[in-house]
């Protein structure tokens, strides 16, 4: 058996935070649910969860969705039934099946987590909305912009929330600087640094998978989706440096990206350097720096610098995983839009291979090329 380092482990475990929606997101939200299948939904109260895969990631997952009042985790599949069935003991899950076609095919389930890895995301995600079944899918939706596409033509058709599980999106520290950025804190935005970097050690990690593996996908996504958000506009163009490992995939990769305001981003992630997260908003005016932007804990701390002094914000929140959870439940019983939308998620996706081509080619790549 594969055992995560304690470091991996506290990735998933550590953070705290998290809370039910506050403000829209800013972006276009894709209405793909409709209004009538909502109020239908909202009568049985109750959503029913199944999970596709034994994975990891089920550890964060699973207490939120068990905890909540509107979310019932009901069925969990595996590949393999024993595992399944393991799965199922541990978290006191009533249902186990050996394939993920059987979980889909059982019409007691209403919403489908995919915690698959990258490159199966979007392929699970299209044939759960084909069922009929609600998605939340992990990061990254998808790798291409035809498969972003693709889930949002079958969200559509079939009338089911799609949402990706950007958790740190349903966070009020997030919201919160979005407000403070939007409302002047720290003048004109100028620059934004982010960083997330974490040391693999299991050298047959899915990250490590030249099919949606490396370091981008996995981490780089983060400081990539909460620039993007808290400047509320998309990159023009991007720059990518990266070094690459024995299977190919981006091991450390350093990026930059330009907005069409003026700012400037960079940023860094990868697989071989030990564990931090940080962003830093720097503006004409004054600086905001965020020590725990991706997972921040039950009370997150940003200290905001300007005219020579320096203000800690506090600011409150909840388990981090459950603003995800409660987030699918109000789209999917009250008809809201998810906060994480799925032209938000393609907006993603086309950053991230504008970067990726860039570091391929050592040129600065238009977004729009990618888009
Ligand atoms: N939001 C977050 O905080 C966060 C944190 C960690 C990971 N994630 C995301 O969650 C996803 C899973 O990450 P993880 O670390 O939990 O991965 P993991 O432990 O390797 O789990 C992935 C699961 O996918 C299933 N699977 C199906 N086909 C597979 C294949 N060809 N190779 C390997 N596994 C396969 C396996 O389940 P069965 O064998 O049971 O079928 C496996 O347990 C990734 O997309 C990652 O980006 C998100």
Not at 108 to 127: C, K, M, Q, S
Not at 276 to 289: D, F, K, N
Request: hydrophobic share 45%; net charge neutral.
């Amino acid at each position: 058996m594969i055992k995560a380092t304690a470091e991996e482990d506290a990735r998933i475990l550590r953070p705290a935070g998290g809370v039910l929606a506050s403000s829209e997101a800013g972006f276009t939200h894709a209405r793909t649910y409709d209004e009538g299948r909502a109020a239908e939904e909202a009568k049985m109260k109750k959503l029913r969860w199944g999970i596709l895969g034994a994975a990891r990631i089920n550890k964060a997952l699973v207490p939120p969705l068990q905890a909540s009042e509107r979310n019932e985790l009901v069925a969990v599949a595996s590949r393999r039934l024993e595992k399944a069935e393991a799965e199922a003991r541990q978290w006191g899950i009533p249902r186990s099946f050996g394939s993920y076609e059987a979980l889909l095919a059982d019409s007691g389930i209403d919403v489908v987590y995919v915690p698959l890895p990258n490159a199966l995301h979007a392929e699970w995600t299209i044939r759960a909305a084909r069922a009929g079944k609600h998605v939340l899918c992990e990061k990254p939706l998808a790798l291409t912009l035809e498969e972003a596409d693709r889930v949002a033509a079958a969200a559509r058709e079939a009338k089911v929330v799609v949402a990706e599980a950007f958790m740190y999106r349903h966070h009020p520290q997030t919201t919160k600087l979005r407000e403070l950025v939007a409302g002047g804190a720290v003048g004109t935005p100028r620059l934004v640094r982010g960083a997330f970097t974490f040391n693999l050690t299991r050298e047959t990690d899915v990250r490590l998978d030249p099919q949606g593996g490396g370091s981008l996908w996995d981490v780089g996504c983060y400081p990539v989706s909460f620039t993007r958000f808290v400047l509320g506009e998309e990159p023009a163009e991007a720059f990518g440096w990266q070094v690459t490992g024995p299977t190919g995939i981006d091991e450390t990769f350093a990026g930059q990206l330009r907005f069409p305001s003026g700012c400037l981003a960079s940023f860094d992630c990868g697989f071989r350097a030990p564990f931090r997260t940080s962003i830093e908003i720097v503006g004409s005016e004054g600086v905001l720096s965020v020590p725990h932007p991706f997972k921040p804990g039950p009370s997150a701390q940003v200290l905001l610098s300007r005219g020579g002094a320096a203000e800690s914000i506090e600011i409150a929140g909840q388990e981090l995983y459950r603003g995800e959870v409660e987030d699918l439940a109000d789209a999917v019983l009250l008809g809201r839009p998810p906060r994480v939308s799925l032209a938000d998620s393609r907006a993603n996706t086309a950053a991230l291979l504008a970067l990726f081509r860039s570091a391929r080619e050592g040129k600065p790549i238009a977004v729009s090329a990618t888009a």
